[in-house]
């Protein structure tokens, strides 16, 4: 493995630790108002998760030593899918007090993605 240092030179607080890292290549084209435009070529390819963010906000990321990402590419991260929700469409909870004394629920809260539409 290879660490990959990037400098971070945009607002990315969002970005955290686990987000995955993929490039596009670019090139310039130049559009028909004779403007120069970037266009991205071919498709995303992952190139690693983020290992670390140091305390100079730049992105420290672990790479296979076959990874080359060439110069003029565009990169970007990604989230991973979150698979600790509680997935489908109905759920059955039964809540139990163990103590012998009388106890108060405050709430309950639960976090649930539907599995399909």
């Given amino acids: 493995m290879i660490i990959k240092i990037l400098e971070n030179t945009g ?3 969002s970005m955290q ?3 995955i890292i993929y490039y596009q290549s ?3 084209v130049v559009g028909e108002d004779s403007l120069s435009y970037t266009q ?3 498709d995303p390819v992952q190139v690693g998760a983020v290992s670390s963010i140091d305390q ?5 990321i672990d790479i296979p030593s076959t990874s080359v990402i060439p110069g003029n590419s565009y990169l970007f991260f990604v ?8 997935r489908g469409y109905y759920m059955d909870v ?11 629920l405050f709430g309950v809260a639960t976090n649930i ?3 399909s539409k």
């Fill in 40 to 42: 991205t070529i071919g």
């Fill in 113 to 115: 993605a539907e599995s």
């Fill in 11 to 13: 607002n990315f607080s």
């Fill in 56 to 60: 100079f906000n730049r992105i420290i």
């Fill in 79 to 86: 989230k991973p899918v979150n698979k600790s929700s509680v």
């Fill in 17 to 19: 630790i686990g987000d």
């Fill in 26 to 28: 670019t090139q310039s």
């Fill in 94 to 104: 039964t809540m139990e007090n163990n103590k012998t004394s009388r106890a108060e």
